[in-house]
């Protein structure tokens, strides 16, 4: 449960409902209509003006945490839950869930009501994030569900507070219509509190499910338990999750193992790592194997409490970044996993080795589950609306959406010679291993959005450029980058581009428009000396305080391969993947970095797409556009009901 309520305050505070009156069922068509060029934004409300069509959100209010996300064989439906105030659009004492159900990850229908509300004395303040089982609490296959979730009965609670004993407890709920309706177990809480003899900074957001790595370690039969983990931190100590074992036919069983990582206060390997922060949230484990059959284990972390970063000026100074996305973080780690001896008993525990940032933008709290149709590993995060003033945010009567399910494997790339610029040890957020070759195979995790996201394409306008690869020799200073761009004409949209990036190019990528003349635009680009990924958000004057539209920065880097046979060197090309819908942009690069961001147009379409390069050495660029294509027009159908 991620516990900041504003981009304004770490602590959550109660705003009262400020007067809009609340649709109580909508339905949402992601058709988006085509405008001419000269037309400006028509008045659809403020509700409508910058909600996105094709991603998931709350029917209106507050929301933030993906919950209980899984899969139901007996009916074939996916289900995801989320944290949701209905009453305003703060968070606020009482959050609930909502809940959503889709057969494709793509068309959706919304509950119009909560699923889960605090509506006991153990959860009187709140129903925190938690995790689904297709199964009853004993395991029953009959087609009963179960969630597991953090119930709340005092507030606040945040990792610089004095944790409050009893504050947070572990509770259970199951559905037997299908996850139309939710019955909370008679027993719950079915853990009171965290471990008695740790003075803890959290205790909440459990994730369970079978864990055979750990089963091995521990020398149990791979079916025998399920395993729990619980997210916090133990005070002036570490960030950890307290790791329990769980009988696989009784969900109420709970036996406390441990902490299982002890890493220290903010360690922070390097810039490709992130900070690791003094509390986690919504902690997931799970094994990935790559192309090979190579296996890691992995936890991914919603990180809270880094340091302040910097991140340069246009006029060469540094500036600290202090708030919303940048003092907490979505993180994983791959670690060694091992069974340890601990007072005659023998306990787990996951040596930290390396980890990455899963992604660099306003995207928290991710949460996964195992899907048994596509055989991969499927992820949401919240994306937030920190950007954007109260005023703003309170006058358009939502905050917050869920970004697009992402699909997260383990990912080897192989016979690597270099990176770009940096030594490929001194990147903390890669695996090497050194080959028969004298090159190295590169291990990283590897994140896109499902691939059954294709549907949206259905209906859209494909715009390409029908050139042979271009040789890029234009600066974004120019009056006009390439003499022919993509006509995007809508706010919902798809990209696909690649670019083989020169020695002499300084910077290399694409230019969306959001006026007739470029000059309000958002800027995509590439500097491979500095191994930076930036998006150059619009300046965009509304409201008082205006939308914060600083720079989203992350570090990637481009790897040159050996053919083994040849002993030709190449190296890879500079891949760009992005989803524009409405308001949010999610950008993907090489499928190793993601940053998500939030763009408030004033305009209600977009006016193309352009790419550039700026070159040191005209003459000998080699820098050159593969592919530039892009969906205009993406559509799907959200119901609520």
Request: charge should be negative.
């Amino acid at each position: 449960m991620a516990t900041t309520a504003t981009q304004d305050m770490d602590v959550p505070y109660h705003v009262s409902a400020n007067g809009i009156q609340h649709p109580t069922s909508l339905f949402i068509n992601g058709e988006a209509k085509l405008h001419e060029p000269s037309h400006k934004r028509s008045d659809k409300g403020a509700f409508f003006r910058w909600r996105p069509s094709y991603h998931l959100m709350a029917p209106h209010g507050w929301m933030n945490d993906p919950c209980a996300p899984g899969y139901d064989p007996s009916t074939g439906l996916y289900h995801v839950a989320f944290q949701w105030n209905p009453k305003g659009n703060d968070w606020d004492e009482g959050i609930a869930w909502g809940h959503s159900e889709s057969r494709d990850l793509v068309s959706w229908k919304t509950a119009k009501m909560t699923c889960l509300t605090p509506d006991t004395h153990y959860d009187r303040c709140g129903v925190f994030t938690g995790c689904f089982r297709p199964t009853g609490i004993n395991g029953e296959t009959d087609g009963t569900l179960s969630y597991i979730y953090t119930s709340v009965n005092k507030l606040p609670i945040h990792h610089t507070l004095t944790y409050t004993e009893g504050s947070e407890s572990l509770s259970l709920a199951t559905s037997t219509d299908g996850g139309r309706s939710w019955e909370k177990f008679p027993d719950n809480p079915i853990l009171m509190a965290p471990p008695s003899d740790i003075e803890v900074t959290g205790w909440r957001d459990p994730f369970v499910a079978p864990w055979p790595s750990l089963s091995a370690a521990l020398g149990h039969k791979a079916d025998e338990y399920m395993y729990g983990i619980i997210s916090g931190g133990i005070v002036n100590k570490t960030p950890t999750t307290f790791i329990y074992s769980i009988l696989a036919k009784d969900l109420s069983k709970w036996e406390y193992l441990g902490p299982l990582m002890t890493v220290g206060l903010n360690h922070k390997l390097s810039r490709w790592s992130g900070d690791l922060g003094v509390n986690w949230e919504v902690s997931n484990f799970m094994t990935l194997s790559d192309q090979d059959g190579v296996s890691r284990d992995i936890l991914v972390v919603g990180a809270e409490g880094g340091l302040p970063v910097h991140v340069p000026k246009a006029s060469g100074e540094n500036q600290a970044l202090t708030g919303g996305d940048f003092t907490r973080a979505p993180l994983w780690m791959m670690g060694q996993l091992r069974g340890i001896n601990r007072d005659g008993r023998l306990v787990p525990e996951m040596q930290y080795e390396f980890g990455g940032v899963l992604d660099f933008g306003c995207f928290y709290a991710a949460n996964s589950f195992w899907d048994p149709v596509s055989k991969e590993r499927i992820l949401w995060g919240w994306i937030t609306e920190d950007d954007l003033p109260n005023k703003l945010r309170h006058h358009q009567n939502w905050s917050g959406l869920l970004s697009l399910p992402r699909i997260v494997r383990l990912k080897s790339v192989h016979h690597v010679k270099n990176a770009r610029v940096s030594n490929l040890k001194s990147i903390t957020s890669v695996e090497t291993e050194l080959d028969e070759h004298g090159t190295y195979t590169v291990r990283t995790l590897e994140t896109m959005p499902d691939k059954r996201l294709e549907s949206l394409r259905i209906g859209a306008r494909k715009l390409e450029l029908h050139l042979s690869p271009v040789k890029m020799d234009a600066s974004l200073a120019g009056s006009n980058v390439l003499s022919e761009y993509l006509d995007i004409r809508t706010l919902h949209w798809e990209l696909e581009c690649s670019f083989t990036v020169g020695k002499s190019c300084n910077s290399v990528g694409i230019v969306i428009g959001h006026s007739v003349d470029f000059q309000t635009r958002t800027v995509l680009s590439f500097c491979p000396e500095d191994e930076t990924f930036t998006i150059l958000r619009p300046e965009i004057a509304l409201g008082d305080p205006a939308i914060d539209n600083k720079p989203e920065v992350a570090p990637h880097t481009l790897f040159t391969m050996v053919n083994p046979v040849t002993g030709q060197a190449e190296e890879e090309p500079l891949q760009i993947r992005a989803w524009f819908d409405q308001s949010v942009l999610e950008v993907f690069i090489c499928g190793r970095t993601a940053i998500s961001t939030r763009i408030y147009p004033q305009e209600d379409r977009c006016f193309g797409i352009k790419a550039f390069a700026e070159i040191s050495d005209v003459e000998s660029s080699s820098t050159i556009l593969q592919k530039l294509e892009a969906w205009d027009g993406l559509r799907t159908k959200i119901e609520v009901a």
